[in-house]
């Protein structure tokens, strides 16, 4: 029995001497953090509504839109991974990565599936919170090679998408922004042994990464803002229904209105016509 008069267990005990050399109180042992409320739910589906349609709008933009104050934007913007989309000076870095690759991208000529591939992360709300989905597209085809659903941002989900994807393939570039989840160490160890080439977005080059932004859109006004997810089992069917569709059988404009997975798999059998050897289709991995 402690001073106040309560019972102390032997676990309990043990928990208050923990707390007493590290020097915290228990009141933070046990804190647990809190769901966002539903208006703040609301406010991010909303927001990211606002920012589908005006990718160049930030956290003052975004306040005035919805009359809210700019810290909130800013950090609700911050939850669900947006940054306004426009040319920046190199005042910040997105962190200390042992090795930085240079965009490799620029003026090439991308003529063939598995010559470059791209990723990005985008939020995803369901009913009573949010997920974060990734996607690695092939640049020439708009073929989705591989996807993921998670409720946090770590590098986890993204590593396992990119081995799942390399089952299927190897492309000569790989590329992606500079997020931490790319850049860590584990990601670009991938990469590296599978002898793909690494290009990172560079700073103030809001297109580099265009042909990911433009499938995110497609996600969210065909599939995801169509309907109200209950969960996350219901956003996981729903959105592998959709990315079948859209490799298989969505035409697209600028494949002069053949689907991604027609064009993969043209060009794939006249390259193996070419070079005489075989190699193994993408077809779509899914969760």
């Not at 990565?97 to 470059?116: C, D, F, H, M, V």
């Not at 492309?171 to 500079?178: A, L, T, V």
């Not at 670009?188 to 977005?201: E, F, P």
């Amino acid at each position: 029995m402690n001073e106040c008069g309560t019972t102390l267990t032997s676990t309990s005990l043990f928990l208050f001497r923990q707390c007493e050399l590290l020097g915290l109180s228990r009141s933070t042992l046990y804190y647990q953090a809190q769901p966002e409320s539903l208006e703040n739910l609301q406010l991010m589906r909303a927001i990211d509504e606002e920012y589908l349609q005006h990718p160049f709008y930030g956290s003052r933009r975004m306040a005035w839109v919805f009359n809210i104050n700019r810290k909130r934007a800013g950090r609700l913007m911050s939850l669900m991974g947006l940054e306004a989309i426009y040319p920046k000076p190199s005042l910040s870095q997105p962190g200390r990565p042992s090795e930085k690759y240079p965009y490799l991208l620029k003026g090439l000529a991308i003529t063939r599936p598995n010559q470059a591939w791209v990723t990005d992360i985008t939020y995803i709300p369901i009913r009573g919170g949010f997920l974060y989905l990734v996607a690695i597209l092939d640049w020439f085809s708009r073929h989705v090679v591989a996807w993921e659903l998670s409720n946090s941002l770590d590098s986890g989900f993204c590593i396992e998408t990119l081995q799942r994807a390399l089952e299927t393939a190897t492309p000569e570039i790989f590329n992606n922004d500079q997020g931490c989840q790319f850049t860590s160490h584990d990601f670009v160890s991938v990469l590296k042994k599978a002898g793909t080439r690494i290009s990172w977005d560079g700073k103030g080059r809001a297109l580099d990464n265009v042909f990911v932004e433009r499938l995110w859109r497609s996600v969210k006004d065909e599939e995801v803002y169509l309907h109200d997810y209950q969960s996350g089992l219901e956003a996981l069917s729903r959105l592998d229904a959709y990315f079948r569709f859209y490799s298989f059988e969505r035409p697209h404009q600028a494949l002069a209105y053949r689907t991604p997975e027609s064009v993969y798999h043209a060009h794939m059998e006249r390259h193996e016509a070419l070079v005489g050897t075989k190699i193994n289709p993408i077809s779509i991995v899914n969760p």
